[in-house]
């Protein structure tokens, strides 16, 4: 009797599987191809000034698009959270990778909880929107709190936030999500 049981349970699982496959490739086949492919922004947001007329340096980048989106300026290495009525809900530094995304609008495309690094390090809060040169590209934070400049000689695509930062772009950022890369 326990080899009929054992029998049953193996068909089950075999089942179970060749029916997840099958999801996952539906799941893959209707994803839209522009899904982490840069698109050139068309729109614009104003920015800050300060008496004089000059610029804050925190101040959301012209070109940045519109709606809700996450916004990071290779030149400054600052993202932003923008929100509804294109009002910056949080805007922080960050320690860019070695490989950088191209100029352009993403969406998120994965997230992961916490995993380690292409550099070995431990992160959370994984969010993940681009590649470039055959490099993945995403938001992440070091679990040790660190944000150190990533080895020049190696390939990684992790930008590092602070935790607190990362915990916030993690409840922002979910799949689907704009991601604006600006000079």
């Not at 519109?66 to 923008?82: I, K, M, N």
Request: hydrophobic share 35%; aromatic share 6%; net charge neutral.
């Amino acid at each position: 009797m326990a080899r009929s049981s054992s029998g049953f349970v193996a068909g089950l699982t075999a089942a179970a599987l060749a029916a997840v496959g099958f999801l996952a490739y539906q799941a893959s086949a209707s994803a839209p191809d522009t899904l982490g492919k840069p698109k050139t922004p068309t729109t614009s947001a104003s920015t800050s000034q300060q008496p004089g007329g000059k610029t804050k340096p925190d101040a959301l980048p012209a070109q940045s698009g519109q709606g809700e989106r996450v916004v990071y300026s290779l030149g400054s290495d600052r993202v932003w959270l923008v929100g509804e009525g294109n009002k910056v809900t949080r805007t922080f530094k960050v320690t860019p990778s070695t490989v950088d995304p191209l100029p352009g609008e993403y969406a998120v495309t994965t997230r992961s909880g916490s995993i380690t690094g292409s550099d070995g390090v431990a992160i959370e809060h994984v969010v993940r929107f681009a590649s470039n040169d055959g490099v993945t590209i995403g938001f992440s934070a070091a679990q040790d709190g660190s944000t150190p400049k990533p080895d020049p000689s190696r390939k990684t695509g992790g930008i590092r936030e602070s935790r607190e930062d990362g915990r916030a772009m993690w409840e922002f950022a979910t799949v689907g999500t704009s991601v604006v890369v600006v000079d």
